[in-house]
């Protein structure tokens, strides 16, 4: 059973960098064909995707964040990463990791493993 463990602050500054980690456990990250993401809901508003590894190493990015995000990962510890540059208070969420087999998706709903989520507020 592939379970997922969100980590990192909880506030982040106006105009600094939020990272996140997410540790995966029952299954490796390299595995043929899976997909490690990340989404986001913000207050009063629907599932955002904002991000993908796949096993391979390969990433794609929501067009609305490309510029400031960055996903990777430590095959190693079983864990990947989101960066987010200049965070504004828009960018205020609940924060989750989620993974799923055969091809990755922007679709939020075709994730099958999800983390519990974090949440971080962007504020000073």
């Known amino acids: 059973q592939v379970q997922l463990q969100e980590s990192g602050p909880g506030l982040v500054k106006p105009s600094q960098t939020l990272s996140l980690t997410c540790t995966v456990s029952?299954?490796?990250?390299?595995?043929?064909?899976?997909?490690w993401t990340w989404i986001r809901q913000s207050p009063g508003k629907g599932l955002e995707w904002v991000g993908v590894?796949?096993?391979?190493?390969?990433?794609y990015y929501s067009p609305s964040l490309e510029s400031r995000v960055s996903i990777t990962r430590d095959t190693s510890k079983a864990q990947f990463s989101l960066q987010l540059n200049s965070v504004t208070p828009e960018d205020t969420a609940v924060y989750y990791c989620?993974?799923?087999?055969?091809?990755?998706?922007?679709?939020?709903?075709?994730?099958?493993?999800w983390g519990q989520g974090t949440q971080v507020t962007v504020s000073s």
């Open positions: 029952g299954a490796s990250i390299t595995v043929d064909g899976a997909a």
């Open positions: 590894i796949t096993y391979d190493g390969t990433t």
């Open positions: 989620a993974a799923k087999y055969y091809r990755p998706s922007t679709n939020s709903d075709d994730y099958d493993y």
